[in-house]
């Protein structure tokens, strides 16, 4: 059993006990369990996996930030973070649309293209939606 907190500017998402615990780090894909070695690493935009001790899946979208590991405490920090329940297909649909516009020149009203922040938004969206396609009764 580790705990797992995941907090964002915002809120504290999760704060409870988990068997393990998935998510994408700088170099691929993580698991913790109870007695990981201790790390910190860099999160990608991605999604993270946690089962609880029942066995029972919970899954999110997270973007960029850093996971720490030490003492059987998994600590995420994160820029957002979304359960599965709480992503809403349509706006992810159209957040992806503004991002590709911005990123083909062709986003309405801006004259300058932020191509990183457009990136981001993007791979964000397509986080969110693969989500939701890997969960579709959400």
């Avoid at 029972?56 to 720490?68: L, P």
Wanted: charged share 35%.
């Amino acid at each position: 059993m580790i705990r797992l907190i995941i907090v964002t500017p915002e809120r504290e998402v999760c704060n409870q006990d988990v068997d393990r615990v998935i998510v994408r780090g700088s170099e691929g894909d993580l698991a913790f369990m109870e007695s990981t070695a201790p790390l910190v690493t860099p999160l990608r935009i991605g999604h993270i996996h946690a089962f609880d001790l029942e066995g029972n899946k919970m899954s999110g979208a997270n973007s960029q930030g850093y996971v720490t590991m030490k003492d059987n405490v998994a600590t995420v920090l994160t820029d957002t973070f979304e359960w599965d329940h709480e992503i809403d297909r349509q706006r992810a649909e159209k957040a992806k649309e503004r991002a590709e516009a911005h990123l083909r020149g062709k986003a309405q009203g801006k004259k300058k293209v932020d191509k990183e922040r457009a990136s981001i938004a993007l791979a964000k969206a397509i986080s969110r939606l693969e989500l939701k396609k890997d969960n579709p009764n959400l």
